[in-house]
């Protein structure tokens, strides 16, 4: 079976350009979180979806960074303008999640904005 | 405040030593769920045990164990007889409730482990 599908796998931009990150979360998890990997502040959770809609976006940075989920089985993160303290690796990770069950995290999506 | 702490940021031993990763978490909640996740070089995170609050039975699984004490809120992590494979980072995660919309995790700063041959 698929895991949870991530691309792109590297993005490299400029300052002040438009960045889309897509999930493809694992077929039946109901759902599905974005978190953002760096060296100086670890694993953050920007936000996560039950049954597609967002339970919690509090970790979301700042109005720059929007997320959607319009079907169970795609979720995008985006990221206008992107800065370079955007540079991180973005994981998309999934769940059924209202048992608590284990995360399945995808291979991440390494940015490095310029 | 933390709601999962690894006090451990890196830790070194030789190939064969057993190593012990720390856990403590912090919650009110009487049904919870520790996690724990390893991180190789590689980048993807892959998913080693799921343990509920109700359940402080010790586990092993092969070289790996877990040490469940709730009256100390840890979730401590052996791996026994190390080796170079083992080298990663180490994540410890807390899920609270079951609120029937879907649970936060919350991730501790991970432990990197380098197992020196």
């Known amino acids: 079976d698929a895991g949870v599908i991530q691309s792109p796998r590297h993005e490299v931009t400029e300052m002040g350009q438009e960045v889309t990150l897509r999930c493809k979360p694992i077929s039946g998890h109901n759902s599905l979180f974005w978190y953002r990997q760096t060296m100086m502040r670890g694993l953050e959770l920007l936000i996560y979806f039950n049954n597609n809609v967002p339970i919690d976006d509090s970790g979301m940075p700042e109005d720059r960074f929007s997320a959607k989920m319009p079907n169970a089985s795609f979720s995008t993160l985006k990221i206008q303008p992107s800065e370079p303290r955007d540079s991180a690796v973005y994981f998309c990770a999934s769940s059924f999640g209202a048992t608590n069950e284990k995360l399945f995290f995808g291979s991440g999506t390494q940015l490095s904005v310029l | 405040a933390q709601k999962v702490t690894q006090a451990q940021t890196e830790i070194s031993v030789v190939e064969k030593e057993d190593v012990t990763l720390d856990c403590v978490y912090e919650t009110r909640d009487t049904t919870y769920y520790l996690f724990w996740y390893k991180q190789p070089p590689s980048g993807e995170l892959v998913f080693l045990i799921r343990?509920?609050?109700?359940?402080?039975q010790n586990e092993i699984s092969g070289r790996y164990s877990w040490n469940f004490q709730k009256s100390t809120s840890s979730f401590n992590f052996t791996i026994t007889a190390s080796q170079v494979v083992d080298s990663a980072v180490y994540f410890c995660?807390?899920?609270?409730?079951?609120?029937?919309?879907?649970?936060?995790?919350?991730f501790g700063t991970g432990t990197s482990l380098t197992v020196i041959p």
């Open positions: 995660a807390l899920s609270e409730g079951s609120t029937g919309t879907g649970n936060q995790f919350y």
């Open positions: 343990r509920n609050s109700f359940d402080e």
